[in-house]
């Protein structure tokens, strides 16, 4: 380009206070609860009590009955409705099992809280009330929660099409894994739990759909992190043309990942809607999306790592066997994988072998839950990272050292290509606020003393790959969609600058950090920036926001399209001014002509766009440009995270007393939303560590059904973490950002464990399951000792 | 039944159903949508307001329980337009996120400076302990809490 442009104004980098609180603090915002449409009726879902049970009869004839009742459906009236199954966009191998999964079940509920009918009513109460007088005569079947025992001979079988609960097994190879475990002076084998969680994003999902015959139109708002790829798989599912279905997610209340998918609710308003020929309202209760919104995590874990005597790991041997509930949600298969590249860690590992088997159980799907796929990987690692320290008896720090990947571009065993990273810096900065030293001489001197309260430090060093992804990559891993993003930018001619962004925030901010990125590239004041998300009508192209994507694609494509705008303005501005493209300079939203006074405002050549009197010829009126950026590689952030905690060997109470992160997530547009994307990450990472399960009876109950009885964190139970960074660019894209919504779930929950498991060593004990409740350390006290 | 209320300084009346609770009655006959509903069992305070000053679960108490009442929302915490300091003070710490716990927060830390104009981590701690927020962790809810105080004293 013929200027020197300035690559990062005076709001990239910056605090920039939040544009979309005002709304937020003053209950204004507009969330799916908050709307109504005239002639609105309410559905109510009817569930399965029972994890697992043939459907014998369904009678609908009591509810009709039912003040304010307008309508009943069961799963057999709705049957035909539907055009193909509830999607799962990532069948990870050629010969993965995919279920028929229709809104409501016909044959068999596979799962508590799997729908069996529908009631619409004139109120939501009304409706709840009509949908209790449905009569479901079911002949209960034995459940199967745990992913081991679904897969053994004589389980009971989900579907029995398959004859079989297995669905698929991914391997990946990388190295010569079979010498290297061959030749290794020194192994090490583990095996570890992750527990299912429920993502508890405090909106509980909701949806409103309207059919308008006369357009044979359709309109669903939802409470949803993908509206664009909602509106693709309803298309499908539903059988309509995709123009005629519009999708909007209007203030969405945190997602976490459980507002990725594509759920029944969203499907069956929209079919309904069309049947009553009334807008349909769906909104979920807690308890209701505890059973009926996707969980997180459940696996079981295997590692062995092969090494030499001075703890130099030299190769990986990882096999997971993942609960997957009872039907492949959107991304039910894809989730483990989205770990599949990563079970060498930061650390330069030659051999790579890893088994990924796919079971299903009576129990609510798992999806993607905060950083999918990657918690579970780094969990695997570093428990085993420092199980091998153990086993030599080495400090977590030196090991660690000892296996860094320090060079970059680095491509892993595992076939991916880590393109930047500064693992070391991250961990000596985290070493440095830790008082690392220190920290260990209490530590001895309790253990000395024999304190009932022990002293526990753990360390999680991680990398991971966000960014989601280059397109061409997920083809060939058989992902069902392109990993690109878009968005416009169009000036109007009265100044001010629109943008339309293809991602889909639900609390990330990006109203703001991507006005900071368009007022810095155009030079324009950031109140004059306007962002607009969320309506696939407004902005048709978009894959919208999960797996720390929103900044490090979206964001690229964004500052692509402010490039595109100014290069085009320079069209204009050199016509009018009579000079050439290459004499102008732009900066803070101005041409100028070196030498001269001639000099020209972006919002000028806005509305010369505008008027179009003067343009140059052939030139387009208007100015607006489009980009849509497909990233070359995955992006790569990574970090270094210490706990230390205490640990109350009399009660088994774990008080978790400080937390450092040093995280390493490329250029930063706001370090004060980063912040907060790492304190709510850590904080939920720490409570899987600590108190989070969904647990199930063996019948299949969901015991921990509410938020009574399942413990999301409260005040009352955080601490206040040290905060800080580390820098490598990613050398990928013109932004140099990486993505940071998942790093703080990624490291925590390891690092805590560790913390725990480093407390207890002098009492034997290697391991504790989680959540670590008093209950669970006191045992593994006692039992440790003995051995 | 018919009840008559002061919300946020002003007479209203609203016709309820017995079992109404006051957070619907909020939300879907008074025009006033804040106040949110995340769970409906007074587990998560995101429907927090003050009932005569005290704070409470909107979603546990019945409208008719307010009949003759003095009930503050979210809506009418600033004045003239102007955000309260609490308010403002939640902005500048970046203490919001996805929002949808925030009124409740907002409430809950108003009604503790009420009470306790100069509140220690623990106190902080324990009066909001009863609203769940997902995506913060707390730290710059805290933050925004004591600059808040400190705005104060
Ligand atoms: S909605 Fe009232 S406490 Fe959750
Ligand atoms: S800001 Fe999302 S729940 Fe608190």
Redesign the pocket.
């Known amino acids: 380009m013929a200027v020197t442009e300035k690559a990062a104004g005076a709001y990239i980098g910056s605090p920039v206070l939040r544009k979309e609180d005002q709304k937020l603090l003053t209950g204004q915002s507009r969330y799916i609860d908050d709307l109504t449409l005239p002639g609105m009726v309410w559905a109510s879902v009817v569930r399965s009590p029972f994890a697992h049970a043939t459907i014998k009869s369904v009678d609908v004839s009591k509810a009709r009955e039912a003040e304010g009742f307008v309508a009943a459906f069961t799963g057999a009236d709705l049957a035909d409705d539907w055009a193909a199954t509830l999607p799962c966009v990532w069948l990870v191998t050629e010969d993965t099992k995919q279920p028929m999964h229709r809104p409501l079940a016909t044959d068999k509920a596979r799962y508590q809280g799997d729908g069996v009918a529908v009631v619409l009513a004139e109120t939501r109460a009304q409706a709840k009330d009509a949908a209790e007088l449905v009569e479901v005569d079911y002949d209960p079947l034995p459940a199967v929660i745990d992913p081991e025992e679904a897969l053994a001979d004589g389980a009971p079988i989900l579907h029995e099409e398959f004859g079989t609960n297995h669905c698929f097994t991914w391997r990946l190879e990388g190295g010569d894994v079979d010498g290297v475990f061959g030749s290794a002076p020194v192994t090490v084998k583990e095996r570890y739990r992750q527990q299912r969680l429920i993502p508890n ?3 509980p999902r909701g949806v409103i759909a309207q059919y308008l015959p006369a357009q044979d139109e359709y309109t669903l708002w939802s409470a949803t992190q993908i509206p664009h790829i909602l509106r693709f798989w309803l298309a499908i599912v539903l059988g309509v043309p995709e123009a005629r279905l519009r999708v909007v997610a209007p203030d969405v ?2 997602g976490f990942g459980s507002k990725l998918n594509v759920y029944a609710e969203e499907a069956l308003s929209l079919a309904l809607a069309k049947r009553v020929g009334r807008p349909v309202k769906w909104t979920e209760e807690r308890s209701e999306g505890y059973l009926a919104t996707i969980h997180g995590r459940d696996h079981w874990q295997e590692m062995e790592y092969a090494a030499d005597e001075d703890g130099k790991i030299r190769g990986v041997r990882a096999r997971l066997v993942v609960g997957l509930g009872a039907y492949l949600q959107l991304v039910t298969a894809g989730t483990p994988i989205l770990g599949g590249w990563l079970y060498g860690g930061p650390y330069d590992v030659e051999a790579y072998s890893l088994e990924v088997v796919g079971a299903f159980t009576t129990a609510t799907p798992t999806d993607a839950y905060r950083g999918a796929g990657r918690p579970e990987a780094t969990y695997l690692i570093e428990r085993t990272v420092d199980a091998l320290a153990r086993k030599l008896d080495m400090d977590p720090v030196e090991i660690r050292r000892k296996n860094f990947i320090r060079e970059f571009p680095k491509t892993l065993a595992s076939g991916l290509t880590i393109d930047s990273g500064d693992f070391e810096g991250a961990l000596d900065r985290a070493l440095e606020m830790v008082g690392y030293d220190a920290v260990r001489r209490e530590q001895e001197e309790r253990r000395q003393r024999g304190d009932t309260k022990q002293l526990g430090i753990g360390l999680s060093t991680y990398t991971e790959m966000c960014g989601l992804a280059p397109s061409r990559i997920l083809g060939a891993i058989l992902y069902a969609a392109g990993g690109w993003d878009a968005a416009t930018i169009r000036c109007l001619p009265t100044g001010s600058v629109q943008v339309f962004i293809g991602t889909s925030p639900h ?1 990330q901010g990006h109203v703001t950090t991507f006005s900071q990125i368009v007022a810095d590239r155009l030079g324009v004041s950031i109140d004059q920036v306007e962002v607009i998300h969320g309506d696939t009508s407004a902005m048709q192209l978009g894959l919208d926001t999960y797996g720390s994507r929103s900044l490090a694609v979206g964001g690229v494509a964004l500052w692509n399209a402010a490039e595109k705008v100014i290069e085009k303005a320079r069209g204009i501005v050199a016509h009018k001014l009579e000079v050439s493209p290459d004499d102008l300079s732009y900066d803070g939203g101005r041409f100028t002509v070196a030498g001269t006074d001639k000099a020209m405002a972006v919002q000028d050549a806005a509305l010369h766009a505008f008027t179009a009197h003067d343009l140059p010829d052939g030139m387009e009126p208007g100015l607006e440009a489009t980009f849509v950026y497909d990233p070359p590689n995955f992006s790569w952030p990574g970090g270094a995270h210490i706990a230390v905690v205490e640990v109350d060997t009399e009660t088994g109470a774990v008080d978790l007393r400080r937390y450092i992160a040093v995280d390493e997530i490329g250029n930063v547009i706001n370090p004060m939303v980063v912040d907060g994307q790492v304190h709510g990450g850590v904080t939920q990472g720490i409570a899987q560590a600590l108190w989070e399960e969904a647990i199930y009876d063996d019948d299949g109950n969901l015991t921990t059904g509410s938020m009574i009885s399942y413990l999301v964190p409260s005040a009352a139970e955080t601490i206040d973490y040290e905060l800080d960074r580390v820098n490598a660019p990613s050398p990928t894209n013109p932004l140099g950002v990486k993505g940071v919504g998942e790093t703080g779930t990624i490291a925590s929950t390891a690092a805590v464990m560790n913390a725990v498991v480093d407390a207890l060593s002098p009492y034997g004990v290697t391991d504790v399951e989680m959540p670590a409740k008093p209950e669970r350390v006191w045992r593994a006290i006692q039992e440790g000792g003995a051995s | 039944m018919k009840i008559e209320l002061t919300i946020n300084g002003e007479r209203r009346e609203a016709d309820v159903w017995e079992g109404e609770s006051l957070l619907f009655t909020l939300r879907e006959h008074l025009g006033l949508p804040g106040s949110k509903n995340a769970c409906e069992q007074g587990e998560c305070g995101s429907c927090s307001v003050l009932l005569d000053g005290r704070l409470v679960c909107a979603c546990l108490v019945l409208a008719a329980q307010a009949d003759g009442h003095e009930v503050v929302t979210v809506e009418g915490l600033g004045e003239d337009g102007q955000l309260h300091r609490v308010q403002q003070a939640f902005v500048d710490a970046g203490a ?7 009124p409740g ?1 907002v409430v809950a830390t108003a009604a503790l400076l009420e009470r306790s104009p100069e509140p220690t981590d623990d106190e902080i701690r324990e009066a909001l302990s009863g609203n ?5 962790g707390y730290q710059k809810i805290f933050d925004a809490v004591r600059a808040a105080a400190g705005a104060t004293s």
């Open positions: 994003a405090i909106e209340g945190g609390g | 919001v996120q996805c929002g949808f716990c925030t927060l769940l927020c997902r995506c913060t």
